[in-house]
């Protein structure tokens, strides 16, 4: 364990205060030997250090000083002010280096000794996590940056302090100001993980959460990355699943004519799908499967509903986050024995 990065076989689900929500999720599962691509959390106290040492605190807090929120076009500029001095302020030397020898890590192969020499520079996800993100009282999810297909040392730095700077978008700066969080105390995990170059990926609910049906698991599927899914901008082949059984009970094609794949360059471009697969099945029996044994692993480990990310590539299941599906509300006793009592008529 560095000064500056913990890798996720150090975290656990507690370590909130140390990788945030996503990080200290991603830990948990790695603790649990479950298919999460290897990666590593540039700590929340990093970003402390990070905005102290080198003064830009002070002139945070000047920036924020007596801001009206509700002030649409003034808090744009001061959001916009603020990103733009954390990101050309340059992060210090002992930071950047431990940052850039840990993705290095990143890409040495075991039994490869040639690559102990000359590690190979992988493709990785940078992604942000705010230590109050994700937990029940406070949903920051989706406030902050997420960077895909990152890849050379000279550009993982400047991916970690693009998703610092995102600690002070428009959004994030209401979302605190109206909560009365105080902006000083919400720090920021940078997550680097290895990117998952998804031919298809989607989203898993342990429950159905249009139903609130405990009974049953919904999995959501596209081909290509899933950023395309979260953004809402294709829609997904729908399967639910009977929980106890692994059955499925029904699936609902959606036509897709286009996702977001990996060219040779590393861009993110969107790309047609083959005619013949756009309307056809995105997952085979043994995905949906191996999925649902995957999401009530996780429900039953964390004793709650989980919201799940996963990625498939060359036919491997990979999970790239998991948290708890804050819609959920459990039956009552009462009602859990009126549907007993219907079932025993």
């Not at 429900?299 to 491997?316: C, F, K, L, M, S």
């Amino acid at each position: 364990m560095g000064k500056y990065v913990v890798w996720f076989k150090d975290l656990k689900k507690d370590s909130i205060a140390i990788a945030g929500g996503k990080g200290s999720n991603l830990g948990e599962m790695t603790q649990l030997s479950l298919p999460v691509p290897n990666g590593f959390a540039v700590t929340a106290q990093t970003y402390k250090e990070f905005i102290e040492q080198t003064g830009l605190k002070k002139q945070i807090e000047q920036f924020l000083s007596g801001l009206d929120e509700e002030d649409t076009t003034k808090l744009q500029k001061i959001s916009d002010q603020i990103q733009k001095l954390i990101i050309e302020t340059p992060v210090p030397e002992d930071m950047a280096e431990e940052i850039v020898d840990n993705y290095e890590l990143l890409g040495i192969k075991k039994r490869d000794a040639s690559n102990l020499v000359q590690p190979e520079e992988v493709f990785v996800a940078v992604r942000s996590s705010a230590t109050a993100e994700d937990l029940p009282s406070a949903p920051f999810a989706g406030q902050q940056a997420t960077f895909l297909n990152i890849k050379g040392k000279e550009h993982i730095v400047d991916a970690v302090r693009a998703c610092w700077a995102s600690l002070f978008t428009a959004r994030a700066i209401y979302y605190r100001q109206k909560n009365k969080f105080d902006h000083s105390k919400v720090y920021l995990s940078a997550i680097v993980q290895r990117m998952v170059n998804s031919e298809k990926s989607g989203i898993m609910f342990t429950i159905n959460p249009a139903t609130n049906n405990a009974d049953e698991l919904v999995i959501e599927a596209i081909f290509g990355l899933g950023e395309m899914i979260v953004g809402g901008e294709v829609n997904p082949n729908t399967y639910l699943v009977n929980k106890a059984t692994k059955q499925v009970k029904k699936v609902e094609v959606k036509k897709q004519d286009y996702g977001l794949f990996r060219n040779e360059k590393g861009e993110n471009v969107k790309r047609d799908i083959a005619k013949q697969d756009q309307e056809k099945q995105n997952l085979n029996d043994k995905q949906i499967q191996e999925l649902t044994r995957l999401g009530k692993r996780l429900e039953e480990h964390y004793g709650r509903p989980q919201d799940i990310e996963w990625a498939i590539e060359n036919g491997e299941v990979f999970l790239v986050q998991t948290r708890p599906v804050t819609t959920f509300k459990p039956k009552t006793a009462e009602e859990r024995s009126r549907v007993t009592t219907e079932i025993g008529k």
